[in-house]
């Protein structure tokens, strides 16, 4: 058991998952004492350098612990005036290593060279949809396994929401710049509900500044020719297939329900239904896989030829199941998802993708990160803007959580739904209401200030 003891600190939140990157919870005792505040920066580093000290190990993202690495390369791209001056703090005062420092900012120089800011007005829109027809191992997000006329009732509720947001978008003279429905799995409705959903975002928001309009299509088992005929006429853009795996015995093993062939099925009626941007997504780290099987995933996938393909880094989370089962799962993984991400890097680059967003978790293996990989300029719209947090993001339905953002101050206010499923349809009123106080209100005081 070690003894970390740590003098002047204001932010013990980031020197407690810096520790963790290091050491197990239960390896090391923290406390804290009085004294001179210290720069964080500056006391990161020390921490960082005796952790290393300790242990032997030098994580490659030095002192980050912040999910999104790319938005502080661009704080510093434009603070330095340009790429290398950016580099040199990101190696010298975050203790980031060349390849990260080098792949951060390249994806925000190609974010800032591909994507105008957004215009003022413009927001992105996200709806959720909290339903899946399995619960994954290594799964943590509001997702449920629910009776047909529940589902029912969580769409009725939704489409509320819905036009109530449509309205008041209205009047505020605001935009959606994208549209994403998420989840859980959309397309884990039936079709019947999955176009009356896709019916009232078309009837309720002005999409005439539409640049993208996304739906999860993720467990490849949900997808048929009809949803997919519902999803293109509806006029949707993008989807997304995510196998995980293409190694049918770990699809079983983390309780996926569908199988590789599923996959490509799915893919090739999404070709053949005319959807023109498709994501497929994999995990490095999954249980009993080793190098050989992700890299044969990758290749699956390459076959296919995806507009983009989102690399993940297995993140054991709090609520999921793989956690339950093994808390420190995470710790024993970071030297062979190490050598997956390489691999996958070099496969994905000469198949002409390119990085083009990143983000980080906790508890991910290895203290690694997660890159979305995309071709010929098809880039994810929505994925940048979430990432950047430079724009406004109006989230309906369970679990969403509404980001504010005020770009005079450069922040955010979050107006969060109840995750609950069955608590969003009874307290739907509400939900609606924590919308029209927190974002409506002052958009509509805004509106009457430029008028």
């Known amino acids: 058991m070690f003894e970390i003891v740590l003098d002047g600190v204001s932010n013990k939140y980031e020197c407690e998952e810096l520790i963790k990157v290091f050491l197990k919870p239960s390896e090391y005792r923290l406390s804290f004492t009085g004294g001179a505040r210290r720069e964080k920066k500056e006391l990161l580093r020390e921490l960082y350098g005796k952790l290393s000290a300790l242990t032997g190990r030098y994580p490659e993202w030095g002192s980050l612990t912040?999910?999104?690495?790319?938005?502080?390369?661009?704080?510093?791209?434009?603070?330095?005036?340009?790429a290398q001056g950016?580099?040199?703090?990101?190696?010298?005062?975050?203790?980031?290593?060349?390849?990260?420092?080098?792949?951060?900012?390249?994806?925000?120089?190609?974010?800032?060279?591909?994507?105008?800011?957004?215009?003022?007005?413009?927001?992105?829109?996200?709806?959720?949809?909290?339903?899946?027809?399995t619960r994954c191992l290594y799964c943590s997000f509001t997702s449920n396994q629910a009776e047909g006329s529940k589902v029912g009732e969580y769409v009725d509720a939704l489409i509320k929401e819905i036009e109530f947001a449509g309205h008041e978008m209205e009047t505020a003279g605001m935009k959606p710049e994208t549209v994403y429905i998420g989840g859980g799995t959309p397309t884990a409705l039936s079709p019947e509900l999955l176009k009356k959903l896709l019916a009232r975002v078309r009837g309720c928001f002005d999409l005439s500044a539409l640049k993208e309009f996304t739906v999860e299509a993720g467990r490849p088992d949900t997808v048929t020719e009809e949803k997919l005929d519902i999803i293109k006429n509806s006029g949707v853009s993008r989807i997304s297939i995510n196998p995980q795996s293409m190694n049918e015995k770990t699809l079983n093993l983390i309780g996926r329900a569908h199988t590789p062939e599923h996959v490509t099925e799915a893919f090739s009626l999404a070709k053949a239904a005319g959807i023109s941007f498709i994501n497929m997504d994999v995990i490095a780290g999954l249980p009993e896989e080793d190098a050989d099987d992700f890299s044969n995933t990758v290749n699956a996938l390459t076959a296919m030829r995806p507009e983009n393909i989102t690399v993940h880094t297995l993140a054991v989370k709090r609520a999921s199941k793989l956690k339950e089962l093994d808390k420190d799962y995470h710790y024993g993984q970071g030297g062979k998802v190490r050598e997956m991400l390489h691999g996958v890097r070099t496969a994905l680059a000469g198949e002409g993708y390119i990085p083009y967003y990143l983000y980080r978790q906790k508890n991910m293996a290895g203290n690694l990160e997660n890159t979305g990989?995309?071709?010929?300029?098809?880039?994810?719209v929505y994925n940048i803007r979430i990432m950047e947090e430079k724009q406004t993001i109006l989230a309906l339905g369970a679990g969403g959580i509404?980001?504010?953002?005020?770009?005079?101050?450069?922040?955010?206010?979050?107006?969060?739904?109840?995750?609950?499923?069955?608590?969003?349809?009874?307290?739907?009123?509400?939900?609606?209401?924590?919308?029209?106080?927190?974002?409506?209100?002052?958009?509509?005081?805004?509106?009457?200030?430029?008028?």
């Open 402 to 451: 509404t980001k504010v953002y005020y770009p005079d101050e450069n922040r955010l206010e979050r107006v969060p739904n109840v995750s609950n499923y069955e608590q969003y349809i009874s307290r739907i009123d509400e939900m609606i209401e924590r919308k029209r106080k927190n974002l409506f209100m002052e958009e509509r005081n805004n509106v009457d200030k430029r008028a």
């Open 66 to 82: 912040g999910v999104r690495p790319v938005k502080l390369a661009g704080e510093l791209f434009e603070r330095r005036g340009g």
């Open 373 to 380: 990989w995309c071709r010929e300029d098809a880039y994810g």
């Open 86 to 133: 950016a580099k040199d703090i990101l190696m010298n005062e975050y203790l980031v290593s060349a390849e990260k420092a080098d792949l951060i900012v390249d994806i925000y120089v190609y974010q800032r060279e591909a994507l105008e800011k957004p215009k003022s007005g413009q927001i992105g829109l996200y709806v959720g949809i909290p339903f899946c027809p």
